[in-house]
């Protein structure tokens, strides 16, 4: 394919190189541009939900992360106060997925493991150290400009894939609004080798705690314990990421007489935003530069890996003969999805989770439990959670 058709992707994690390896496998010729010189050490994402699992199975991509990571075929919310749990199946799910569990693997794992099979295909090419800082168009073709080594150099295509994260250069330059809100409270996230369910009976490894002073959530990966928490109005920063700051908020998982082992610690501020287009000409947005939603749930890197499934698919499609004016359904497709249904459940998974009123929250924590507890209910509620709904619903639009 001569370069003029190729697809240029900004962005070298997740959702740019899931693009790049289904559009490398369906034999385009495709350029990946990354600012940083590696593949990013990003903590955040973990979770893989069972449609995306199917999908990174098409290209071998599932069973390499399922080495590398951990099945959950359980997962549960839980009353801090109470200790009462409400515990959903995964198995329920068999007969509509390959891959009926959570799969918790850190996301530079699956990046890493994709750049693996891109090594393999001669059609895509990873630059790291190029740097996107503008993209134009004509009506025939596409010039995105790198800075590389200090430099400007450009680069000619058919179609850009931009997912160059929440702050976008594409996005931004091209003048797509991004509205939505920006949360008070920043999330801090810590990892320890501790194991909590020395302490917790029958935890399992993913879990949503409720409380009327601070929730949290706990996360296990194949060596670590994720804890997620929130900070408290009016607190100081430097100090809830403190080591003085992680203790006392680990120690109120679980009392110890010796501080906690800390492997990893971050504080970021939470967005719920999205984009008003996902597509100008020949510039499609995908993943964070698209939109922008609260971890609970972990619904963010799977959305943004369905977009590019989705994008891609288009881009073959356009490729065997179908007007460009398809990618006008790609928004039409996927934006509804952000809104209605990533960051509908990111929200309710928040506010569950925040609820303050005592009574309240156990209403509401009892009606979880009758839900998992009954299959015809915990099925409509798992396809939700899960995203096969949202997939569903995502295809049917025209």
Known sequence: MAVKDRIIVAGAGPVGMFAALKLGTAGFDVLVLEANDDLALDLRASTFHPPTLDMLDVYGVTQELIDDGLIAPKWQFRDRLTNKIAEFDLGILSDLTNNPYRLQCEQHKMTRIVKGHLDKLDNVEVKFGAKVVSGDQTEDDVTVVAEIDGENVSFDGAFVVAADGANSTLRISHGIGFEGITYPEMFIQASTPYEFRDDMPDLSPINYISDSDEWFVLLRVPKLWR???????????????????????????????????????????????????????????????????????????????????????????IRDGADHSILDRYTRQRKPIAVEFVQAQAERNRQLLRERDPEVRMARFLELQETARDPEKAMPFLLRSSMIESLERSNAIE
């Open 227 to 317: 804890a997620l928490f929130p900070t408290r109005e009016g607190e100081d920063e430097q100090y809830a990421i403190s080591d003085e700051g992680i203790q006392k908020r680990m120690n109120g998982v679980i009392k110890r007489d010796v501080p906690y082992e800390i492997e990893h610690r971050t504080l970021y501020r939470v967005h719920q935003r999205v984009a008003s287009d996902y597509r100008i000409g020949r510039i499609c947005l995908a993943g964070d530069a698209a939109h922008l939603n609260n971890p609970l749930g972990g619904m963010g890197m799977n959305g943004g890996i369905h977009d590019a499934f989705n994008l891609c698919e288009k881009l073959e499609q």
